[in-house]
């Protein structure tokens, strides 16, 4: 696709219910991130994919939160027994390179998760 | 303790007037600078990056400065226009990171006609 694709755009679920939340990065990238983004917030990096390996996962809030990427490509977020806190934007970036630092990331519109 | 500050939650400037934003931060030792902006609703846009050991970059009307001695970067949009209004966020990336970003909670900018 022309850029990062995530879905759904929004997602409201009940207390205690499991999610996930898809990525489709940019064809080609082999570095994939997600942030997530409270409301007057900057984006909070939680995980980073170097292809289909997690290369850092140290944003990763507790062991509710796990993704995965098996084919280097498409990213799914999962989210277990769901609390109200987890209630935010969960934004998806992709970059062409393994050098991540030194180049642009490409954001997708985010998926606005609403734990009620 | 680690932080990034960005100037003032909210900018309010006159159409054809020159925006400077700026993004303070301690205890960190970035390798890059990078300059984002957000329209609500959606993801962030890159706009700019900035190596440690550069001063200056432009692009158009923008401009971006990288200080770090001061520990600090200024953002200006030149000619701003009602078209520019939106929250602009800087970024920083860590020397040895993995190019991970770590944001400032970002600054709003309105531009009045």
């Known amino acids: 696709g022309a850029g990062v694709s995530q879905t759904p755009s929004n997602k409201v679920t009940e207390k205690g219910k499991y999610v996930e939340l898809r990525c489709d990065p940019i064809?080609?990238?082999?570095?994939l991130y997600w942030y997530r983004q409270s409301l007057g917030q900057g984006p909070e990096f939680l995980i980073y994919?170097?292809?289909?390996?997690?290369?850092?996962d140290s944003g990763l809030p507790n062991d509710r939160f796990f993704a995965v990427r098996p084919e280097g490509s498409v990213s799914t977020l999962k989210i277990q027994r769901t609390e109200r806190g987890d209630s935010a934007v969960y934004l998806c970036?992709?970059?062409?390179?393994?050098?991540?630092?030194?180049?642009?990331?490409?954001f997708g519109q985010g998926t606005r998760l609403t734990v009620v | 303790s680690q932080k990034i500050e960005q100037n003032s939650e909210a900018l309010n400037i006159q159409e054809g007037k020159t925006a400077t934003l700026t993004c303070n931060y301690t205890?960190?030792?970035?390798?890059?600078l990078q300059w984002y902006r957000q329209d609500p609703g959606r993801g962030p846009v890159f706009l700019l990056l900035?190596?440690?050991?550069?001063k200056e970059k432009r692009k158009e009307r923008l401009k971006v400065t990288f200080d770090t001695t001061l520990k600090q970067s200024l953002f200006h949009i030149t000619a701003s226009q009602p078209a520019d209004s939106a929250t602009y966020l800087c970024a920083l990336v860590m020397r040895g990171s993995q190019g991970n970003l770590i944001f400032g909670k970002g600054t709003k900018l309105s531009v009045k006609p």
């Open positions: 064809s080609g990238h082999t570095a």
């Open positions: 994919f170097q292809g289909t390996g997690a290369a850092d």
């Open positions: 970036a992709s970059s062409p390179s393994r050098q991540g630092a030194s180049t642009e990331a490409f």
């Open positions: 205890n960190y030792s970035p390798a890059y």
């Open positions: 900035i190596r440690e050991n550069e």
